[in-house]
Nanobody, 118 residues
Framework: QVQLVESGGGLVQAGGSLRLSCAASGSIFSTNVMGWYRQAPGKQRELVAT???????NYADSVKGRFTISRDNGKNTVHLQMNSLKPEDTAVYYCNLWQRRLKAYDYWGQGTQVAVSS
């Protein structure tokens, strides 16, 4: 089992910045993918960014150039630096860890609220 604990959400004005962090603990494989997803009210959960244990990243088009995902494999943490925030970035942000050994395992954090005022 894996536990994910997020931190760093809050309220910020448009154009501002926030940094989200997620700490993973438990049975973590050396090869995995960690990422951030978000869900706005009335909308489906969507991918924001992912990063593999090898450091390969993937971003949603809507955040490219504004958000940066990073990780520390030694500490099992993943971060999301969010710059130039827009009101449409308002959502609950969820940390995710995906790993596979014979079968796939998918874990989610409890979510952290990000609110961007105009």
């Amino acid at each position: 089992q894996v536990q994910l604990v997020e931190s760093g959400g809050g309220l910020v004005q448009a154009g501002g910045s926030l940094r989200l962090s997620c700490a993973a603990s438990g049975s973590i494989f050396s090869t995995n993918v960690m990422g951030w997803y978000r869900q706005a009210p009335g909308k489906q959960r969507e991918l924001v960014a992912t990063i593999t244990s090898a450091g390969n990243t993937n971003y949603a088009d809507s955040v490219k150039g504004r958000f940066t995902i990073s990780r520390d494999n030694g500490k099992n943490t993943v971060h999301l630096q969010m710059n130039s925030l827009k009101p449409e970035d308002t959502a609950v942000y969820y940390c995710n860890l995906w790993q596979r050994r014979l079968k796939a395992y998918d874990y989610w954090g409890q979510g952290t609220q990000v609110a961007v005022s105009s």
